[in-house]
């Protein structure tokens, strides 16, 4: 058997295209700086933040349930903190604490055909909530459509809503019963403090209800 031949190109000027240690060390000096500087801006949420705790604990309490949603890599954060809230508050297999509303491969294309993309959320939410849940919406920038339905959809079922947006929420804080704006439009600093906030959280439900 003839053994394989593997062949490697030659790295021509790689010295010159690789940047400068001093460079990449003052890009995680600079970027560092930026997360610094807007966590030290967080102080003025904490009433607003206190009070989504406050209205999650109650939930969880009556035996409701959080329903996270988002567009995006903010559906990624949606699971992420869903995750954490069962992993802390350990309530069953069968009767989590939080479940983050997205529709699967197969769903998102049957609501999407029949109803619109705005629906996407909407529909799934409708069919996973019941009376005591609490809906917990984030968005880094301006919401899309299908996040903007759901809160509306919330909205006319009575269900609680909390918000968690970038700087200037637009159209979804005025769906929120409590709306909470990170003051930055850098979007990775956005994600980064929506991330912060959930863990923080888990942590102030996990100990006021007693886990």
């Not at 209205?55 to 995750?83: E, F, I, K, P």
């Not at 929120?176 to 102030?204: K, S, Y």
Request: glycine share 8%; with cysteine; hydrophobic share 45%.
């Amino acid at each position: 058997m003839r053994s394989a031949r593997v062949y490697v190109m030659p790295h021509r000027d790689s010295a010159s295209r690789r940047p400068p240690r001093e460079l990449l060390q003052a890009m995680f000096e600079h970027e560092l700086l930026l997360h610094r500087r807007l966590f030290a801006e967080l102080e003025p949420l904490r009433e607003g933040l206190c009070d989504a705790a406050v209205t999650m604990t109650r939930t969880l309490r009556s035996g409701g349930r959080l329903l996270l949603c988002g567009h995006g890599a903010s559906a990624a954060t949606c699971q992420q903190v869903a995750a954490h809230f069962n992993g802390r508050l350990r309530r069953g297999h069968t009767d989590p604490a939080a479940m983050a509303i997205h529709a699967g491969a197969v769903a998102l294309a049957a609501v999407t055909a029949d109803d619109g993309f705005e629906q996407m959320v909407a529909r799934p939410l409708l069919a996973h909530s019941r009376v005591g849940d609490c809906l917990v919406t984030l968005s880094v920038g301006p919401a899309s459509d299908s996040v903007l339905q759901a809160m509306r959809t919330a909205r006319e079922q009575g269900v609680p809503r909390i918000a968690l947006l970038g700087r200037d929420g637009g159209a979804l804080a005025g769906l929120a019963d409590i709306a909470i704006e990170v003051p930055t439009d850098d979007l990775a600093r956005v994600h980064e403090t929506h991330l912060f906030i959930g863990h923080t959280w888990c942590a102030q439900v996990e100990q006021a209800l007693g886990r």
